[in-house]
Structure formats: C-alpha cells, structure tokens
C-alpha cells in the first residue's frame, strides 16, 4: 500500500465515529514516542508483508503493541 492509499483508507475508515476515537487515541499514543511516527509511515508504505513484519520487531515493544492495535483497526 503506497502512501496514498493508506491516506484514503484512513479518510475513509474515520467516518465512523468509534475508529475516528480509537485511531486519533492511539497516535496520540505514537506523538509520545520521538520519531515513530515517521518510522510507522514508511513501514505501513512496505508492500512485502514478510518486510513489513521484520521492520516492526525492530521498534521499541512499546511502539510494537501500539503499530500492531493501528494495523488491525486499519485491517478491521
């Protein structure tokens, strides 16, 4: 998914007022952490899951349990 597409995505899914709560709660969550939003753009842009998957071991395990509730809701 290029960048673009998970802009639209989002844009999409914030329509509903229960993932706009709890998506907007967990990037506040992210904003705490110096430079991990930068880092979960592009790993969010990485098409190869198996790639996707290595670069999320090696964030923080904080940062791991809040990218990985982001991509299930964005999944869901």
Do not use: C, T, Y
């Not at 880092?39 to 969010?44: D, F, P």
């Amino acid at each position: 998914m290029n960048p673009f597409e998970l802009v639209n995505l989002i844009q999409s899914k914030m329509q509903n007022p229960v993932f706009a709560r709890q998506f907007n709660n967990l990037i506040s969550q992210l904003d705490s952490i110096p430079g991990l939003k930068q880092e979960v753009m592009r790993i969010a842009s990485i098409n190869d899951e198996r790639k996707r998957q290595r670069a999320i071991e090696r964030l923080p395990d904080q940062a791991k349990a809040i990218v990985g509730q982001i991509f299930a809701l964005l999944n869901s």
